[in-house]
């Protein structure tokens, strides 16, 4: 059997056909700098024409490509570059834009941790809360002063964000979350309810501890709707209470969101199946107290508007 080679020789057509797609790329406009810049000879061209076309045919710097997900490159998220090495031409690939938007964006996700909270809170924007009314301004100038002092490593106390149903206390919550994530600080968010569910499962699959060490340690802790939750003196005394007395004699910064005012919420915690217990619901808000400034949010009801 002939080999490939002096099959193409012997056949004028197919000889044509190589002559005019050497043509055609050694004068393409990315190709010809580069094979004048380097004095690169026929016999190199003939060698490694499959080489320039597989850079020609590819996205230069993201050019053609609109986003990572739809990059067209042999290597996806690279851009290639040709190069000389022992008289043959060959490519080189490095990451392109959009691969380093796309790692920039999947590293900014690790610095949020969310449980049970919807898709509008985990994508908020400080600069997308409406700022109408004074409690907004408050709160988004008090806010912002936060992030600031937890960014310079300053001590710093939360913010008990409360109010009736619908006024945005969750997606603030978020907001400042992601405010943080831009300066690279971890933030972990959760919908109290649904947190003490998962605890409770984890007494099954041998979680509990780990969960709830997890989340008593974060840099910054977010929960969202406290008072929300079925208070029971296991929720008040193992899981609450310790957990914001870590936070407070380590000086972590934590914020809460709730429909209930601090005088509410104590009376929240001091009701129980046992009965009514003050001594308890009391030491449960001076450690709220010691963590936060309390802010509240009134206006209108954005889940009906």
Known sequence: ?????????????????????????????????????????????????????????QSKLCDRCASYGQCINFVKGHTPHLYIEDNRIKISYTPCPNKK???????????????HVPYETLNAKINSIDLEGTDRLNIVKRAMEICNDIAAGRPTKGLYIYGSFGTGKSYILGAIANQLKERHIYTTIFYVPEFIRELKNGFNDQTYA?????????????????????????????????????????????????????????????????????????????????LTEAYPLNGKNYRRS
């Open 1 to 57: 059997m002939k080999p490939f080679s002096a099959f193409v020789k012997n056949n004028p057509a197919i000889m044509a056909r190589i002559e005019q797609v050497k043509k055609e790329t050694v004068q393409h406009p990315e190709i010809k700098p580069f094979l004048e810049a380097h004095a690169v000879t026929d016999d190199m061209i003939d060698k490694d024409l499959t080489v320039l076309q597989e850079y020609k045919d």
């Open 210 to 290: 780990e969960k709830l060490d997890r989340v008593k340690k974060s840099p910054v802790l977010m929960l969202d709707d406290i008072g929300a939750e079925d208070m029971t003196t296991w929720v008040r005394d193992e899981v609450l209470g310790p957990l914001l007395h870590y936070r407070m004699m380590n000086q972590l910064p934590t914020f809460f969101s709730s429909n209930f005012n601090k005088e509410e919420l104590r009376y929240h915690f001091q009701k129980t199946k046992v009965g009514e217990e003050k001594t308890k619901a009391y030491r449960m808000m001076e450690r709220i107290d010691a």
């Open 101 to 115: 938007v796309h790692d920039e964006e999947q590293l900014m996700k690790q610095y949020v941790t969310a449980m």
